[in-house]
């Protein structure tokens, strides 16, 4: 089996029999790693001595004093966000288990959007381990990196977002590209490179370079994949069979759920199920719809079985595209389960 991802995290965890995963003690010292809360030059002696405890001991309790002690106000708040996610990676059983915890605590979303997309990230991993697709790891990248949209004579193409500012502001050529650019000397034109199923094992070696670019178009492999991916995320998560597929409208006059895969998305369906005038720059940034079925309707809340559930994709104004691949977990009009 291939690698990918090796940035994911997804080799400092332990999966259990049943597939899901749970955290470690490597795992969560890669965080105390990260910038943020790593010593700089002017960090004092507390600040480096908590930062030694923890890099010992990822689970040491940490109090308010010691908190204090650091006498910088950035360090301490950013200590404060990191502790408070591993509390709650702690706190839960499973990784994925924490990560719906995210969504439907009472108090809301309160964690870091960066927290949220690198455990959709190390997740996505997991379960498409052993997937020797590209297309839909390629495709499986939309549920934590923002996406740059372009339509074209027609053709939907979604790059990385991140990768395309690089490459607008340094040529791809980092700091010295950079500065380059600030000296308004023409940088090399950048092409990226479109994964299809001709030239699908370019992605093996550059899958934790994120930049290939997906054809999102009606009836293609690239949305097929992106289909399938949706397939496994739910049953990863909850157990639950689908069939999901695209569909060029919504003709049906029984209509009684949808969710958005994204904010945008999300308020189109609201207002195209409400009656609402939806106009056509609105629409224009539908890139796709889909019908969802559920292999087993017993699973389906009463009033809700037997009919399909749609689902939508939009980018905002400007092309940016962000999944919200929680949405599809928590929004399904699922039965309760004993």
Known sequence: MRDFWQDSGYHLLTRRDDGLLQVTDDFLRAYFQRPEVRPVPESNAAERALHEALLRNPREAVSEERLAALDDDDAIENYRVVLAFRERLLAAETLEDCYLRIFLSPDG????????????????????????????????????????????????????????????????????????????????TVELDVVNETNAEIYWERASRYDTVLNLNFAGAGLDAFCRVLETWVRHFLDVAVSIQPVQKISDERWVWHIGLDVDANQILNDLYNGVEVGEGRLARLLSLFRMEFQDASVVAPGIAGR???LALAMAEGGKLRLKPQNLLVNLPLAERA
Not at 127 to 137: H, I, R
Not at 150 to 175: K, L, P, W, Y
């Open 109 to 188: 979303v309160t964690l870091p959007p960066l927290f949220i997309d690198q455990l959709a990230h190390v997740i996505a991993r997991a379960m498409l381990d052993g997937e020797e697709d590209p297309l839909k790891l390629r495709a499986a990248e939309l549920f934590f990196r923002a996406q740059q949209v372009t339509i074209n004579d027609g053709a939907i193409m979604a790059a990385d977002a991140e990768t395309v500012e690089m490459f607008a502001t340094t040529g791809g050529f980092g700091s010295l590209g950079r500065l380059v650019a600030e000296a308004q000397t023409p940088l090399r």
């Open 308 to 310: 399909p559930v749609y």
